[in-house]
């Protein structure tokens, strides 16, 4: 981690980062939206002159959906993904997001380390089953997530 800096990505970023999820089998649909809309949603690992990581946050209502998070195959283990998921859920933490949630294949035994827990896929949100993710872009094997705002229920809301 030593020499890598988290920052808000640009457009310019876009190609790497699309390079990156691909790279680890992710999907790409919506990250040049959520860029061009709120650049500031999604955060890149820089080390030097490479992008070595990347992490986005899609607003869904009341609610988000941290999504894209991923490190470059050969940097992972040295704290970039962790630092890349604290900065964006410490900004909706600031926007008083009423949960984040996300849905993995692949990494559901690290997301519990933010304070992730594992739902019912039926039980999130409208605006979170509604979006991309949720809809097409995850296989139905991949488990969902979320964290919860402190202080909010964890009730199905319309
Ligand atoms: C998941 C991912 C983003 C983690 O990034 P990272 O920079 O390697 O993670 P960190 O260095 O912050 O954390 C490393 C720790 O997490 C663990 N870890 C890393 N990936 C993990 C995974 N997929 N499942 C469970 N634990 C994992 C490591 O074993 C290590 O454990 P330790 O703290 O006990 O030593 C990265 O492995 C990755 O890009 N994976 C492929 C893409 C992916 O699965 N993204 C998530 C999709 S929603």
């Not at 919506?30 to 949603?41: K, M």
């Not at 909706?92 to 019912?120: K, N, S």
């Amino acid at each position: 981690m030593d020499g890598t800096t988290i920052r808000p990505a640009t457009g310019k970023d876009l190609a790497a980062v699309e390079a990156l999820l691909r790279e680890a089998a992710l999907p790409t649909d919506g990250v040049a939206r959520i860029l061009a809309l709120t650049p500031g949603d999604v955060v890149v690992a820089v080390q030097g002159e490479s992008i070595v990581g990347a992490a986005a946050i899609e607003v869904a209502g009341a609610d988000a959906l941290l999504r894209s998070v991923v490190v470059r195959s050969n940097g992972r283990s040295t704290g970039v993904g962790r630092a890349m998921v604290t900065q964006l859920l410490a900004e909706a933490d600031r926007r008083r997001y009423e949960g984040v949630y996300l849905l993995t294949t692949t990494a559901g035994d690290w997301f519990p380390r933010f304070g992730f827990t594992r739902v019912e896929r039926s039980s999130v949100p409208r605006a979170i089953a509604e979006t991309w993710e949720f809809k097409t872009g995850c296989a139905d094997t991949a488990v969902a997530m979320a964290r919860r705002a402190t202080g909010t229920s964890a009730g199905r809301r319309p």
